[in-house]
């Protein structure tokens, strides 16, 4: 757990204990290699497009809060990275507490924002004059509890007690019992895993301003090859108002035919693609289309019109 | 003017005298060479795969009365043949008879029922009591004339005095004066003729059948592509009610990026593709598109999908 | 079967024996009525705007051959006529010659030229060397045998033995067995037949000239509102190359919601459109459609839309 | 400032100086009205519900960082608020300290993540080795700094000076000159502020699930009758990834026909349309739109189709 063997390591959001940890745990290809906590998505990406990391593990959705805009403005701003896998990691939370402290004490909780917005309603239903302080992390709300008494308890990821000497006061406090983080490894590396079956491939998408119907045409690009979308999310570009890039995951691989043929369509329409990455799923569901958008089909199809175009007899 | 040459000869709707002659008169790789009279669009197209003539000319779409359901219907299943151009032929009406008649004295016309409709404005006006015996062609209708005297005058093209002597009772009677008629000429070569710029593509498609919004979907292969329609016929394919092909005209050549890569998606979506050729407008009017559907757009984004499936760094 | 009681009589084309006559026959109100044999649609419409006949039963489409195109150019020219109900007649050929003739003796053929294209396969197997003599109608075919001599053998329905002493040659002829023609009874009244849930409804419909997607987003007024079309035929407005009107037939009766909400989407995007009536359907079947399309899904939607315009409370 | 006048006050996102209450400044009927700060946009709205309060003003979206989430995710949860006004305020940064502090000295920095995450180039640029310490306003960042030592510096609104004793060490931090953040006021009332001619209907419509295209039909909805988006956001409906809501910003007025109309269709389509609301635009730019969807042209839609089933005449 130490970046010593630069280049080898991974990075992730830490300190240890958090979410993001817990998420790198499930990499196969980390296990053994040092892990490097890093201070926020920008850090994590930047290690892996200068090579002082081979990988990082970011967050980039959460079943109650969304996309995490830091992540897609990220991935949408800093060429060079691409995702190469999934996964999912249940959030949980317990709330902790300096020992000795009862829930009755209980007047100012730090929590991390995300975190502390998914235990709104267990809040404000058993501690309805708490106060919220804000920490920047789910780990360091808890560290902070010895630091000074600003705070009496603090919103954690389960695992804390492992790592810090804490009491538990409540558990499950989440207001969804099946929230869930999905993470992404990212890498600078241009190979595309290979297609599984189960995979999915994550793009950027701006569209041609002032055109009403963009979107439509955009969408249109995807229906007609019978390619589904699992994610949209829109993301201010930042220059002004109303101006958006989409954040699309699609079911399917780059060298899918039908996915590659949307793409190329999208290219032709959009004034900016960016290709973030074709990997297996983090649930390792088959990806399940109509029949008529097989591969052989376009191959069918291609053969047909070379046919023509060469004049072959049998076209 | 004989077929003597076989295997050089054109094949058009006889006799002499018809706008199908007319229309061959146009075409320039015809001059000098042997022109075969036939009785129907049926023994031209067999002319033209059998090898007994080079190519053959038929009518396949009139202003006022529409597509000329023989040809269709026999492009559709006769296979083999290719159009190879196109030619346009004003269509004009004189009312003749025997020498001698008086337009008062006339009581039955005999008239093919395609130019039987085309003047029934003019007849209903200037004969209210006549009757009509329909004829297999235009120059037909004016001979009978002197077989026997079942009618008094006939409807033929103005051209038909050149070849019998006939009295003119009136010219230019029918209802549309800019009525005309599309020829194409078929061959049963497999080489398109080149790109002009001012190309047309024919298709004949057929749906996947019980597939509510199918017809939408194959228009979208079009929109989507920036390909304009110039023509879209429905024929019913003949085995039940409510089943129908589609004849359809494309702006552009099968070697227009845009125009290819939307036959891809019909040969993909339709149970059956019909290629019928890529050959140039009769008006030699340059087709016009959106520029984003440039050749040069479809080979950027075919390059930049190449770039990221086999990893280069430009990608 | 007489038309002195002008005004309670039918119209339809004659002689009797036709196929409109079988028609005719299947109309219950036309029972016991006097019945008036027409030469042509636009007389049998004319019969009806003129108040001359109480209706008039005309053919409006052929399994084998498609839309008749007079009556859709009729019905789209004639203002002030409805489709009142569809009636479906099994088209059944013979060929018949006068007594004593044989098949080998037959040289020529009379026959009306949508019967002679639905028999041609059988005519060339069986009678490779024949010639045609087209008729104005099938039961004039069978007369005309005891004209002259110019046909051996003629055409016509398999009820023609029943007015006419001929011989039959060869029985079902037809290439398709289950050819069959459909038939409109058309009225000039303004009353609507009540929806029976087994309706159609027929429109004519021209598209805005030169709005390239006109043809998609007319079609989409359709499949937004679940609104299936049974019939999509076009025929050309006459006055140029590749303008057209579109007959559509669709699913479902005028007075259901997705009907009315389609028609309003039609009108306010054409330049013109021409309701032709809503009618029980000849077959009874009753029409299906997306449950979220129901009548009550719309009413819902309009009181949840002026709850907030009024600013009820409940909305 | 005082929120006696319980009922008539105007909620905001306090302390007094954040960039909530520089868009209350704006609201002409606020003026001389009690103003009631408030620590989150869920009391803000109760403030509404319960006749707290008159009105409140929340932030919805920024140009740098996109809808607020916390706004939206209330609005679509908490019924029986209404959007009656928007306004925009111009996003402007300072970095503050306390008397006496240099630019140099500065280690940590108090910030609310949303201001820090727009100042973030300028941040790397001039203080790269910054640490970030969040704040729950971007007053209360500033105020902190009286409180302990734990922030050197603190990132606020340009307004601070006038409330705290602080040193400005860096103007115009933020990385986008341009940035701006859009407001609305909120209120219970029912009624809907009179159509201007400039105005946007808000929306939150949720999608039929696992119902691949309903995403394309829900645009659909829009695009044919010639409504502009304005904004499109997904947020999550929180129950489990892939699931997710949509706010809507169009142009135009909920008695605009063509609005009107499009809201029918979607509350046909939509398992949940949530009405936030029709108000001026808060740049007072007249809405634009094809004349095809004038008002005029929906009403004689309808007359058309009133006199179709009524069976009037002139229909």
């Known amino acids: 757990m130490d970046a010593a063997n630069t280049g080898e390591s991974y990075s992730y959001l830490g300190p240890a204990g958090t979410f993001t940890e817990a998420a790198l745990k499930q990499v196969p290809e980390a296990a053994g290699k040092p892990w490097r906590p890093v201070n926020n998505v920008g850090e994590a990406l930047a ?22 805009g830091a992540t897609l403005d990220a991935l949408a701003t800093m060429p060079g990275v691409r995702i190469v896998g999934e996964y999912l990691v249940p959030v949980n939370f317990v709330l902790v507490a300096r020992p000795g402290t009862t829930l009755a004490e209980v007047r100012t909780i730090n929590a991390h924002p995300v975190a502390y917005a998914q235990c709104r309603g267990w809040l404000e239903r058993e501690l309805p004059a708490h106060g919220h302080l804000p920490a920047t992390s789910n780990v360091q709300a808890a560290a902070a509890l010895f630091e000074d008494a600003s705070a009496d308890a603090a919103i954690a990821p389960p695992g ?31 190979r595309i895993p290979d297609r599984t079956g189960a995979d999915k491939t994550s793009l950027i998408v701006e569209l ?39 954040v699309i995951d699609l079911d399917g691989h780059l060298t899918d035919e039908r996915v ?38 376009f191959i069918e199809a291609r053969d047909w019109l070379r046919g023509l175009i060469t004049g072959e007899p049998g076209a």
Chains 1, 2, 3, 4 share one sequence.
């Open 47 to 68: 290690d892996v497009t200068s090579g002082r990391s081979v990988a990082a593990i970011i967050a980039i959705e959460n079943s109650v809060d969304g996309g995490v």
């Open 160 to 190: 804390i007690t492992e790592h810090l000497e804490l009491d538990v006061l409540a558990r499950d406090i989440g207001d969804n019992p099946n929230a869930v983080t999905r993470f992404v490894l990212v890498s600078a590396s241009r």
């Open 208 to 246: 041609p301003s002032d055109e009403p119907g963009a979107l439509l045409a955009m969408l249109e690009q995807f229906s007609t090859r019978g390619v589904n979308m699992s994610q949209l999310q829109s993301r201010p570009i930042g220059d002004a108002l109303g101006r958006y890039r989409f």
């Open 260 to 297: 590659a043929d949307a793409l190329l369509g999208l290219r032709r329409t959009s004034p900016n693609v960016i290709f973030l990455g074709s990997y297996p799923r983090a649930d390792r569901r088959e990806v399940e289309y109509p029949s008529r958008f097989d591969d052989a089909v």
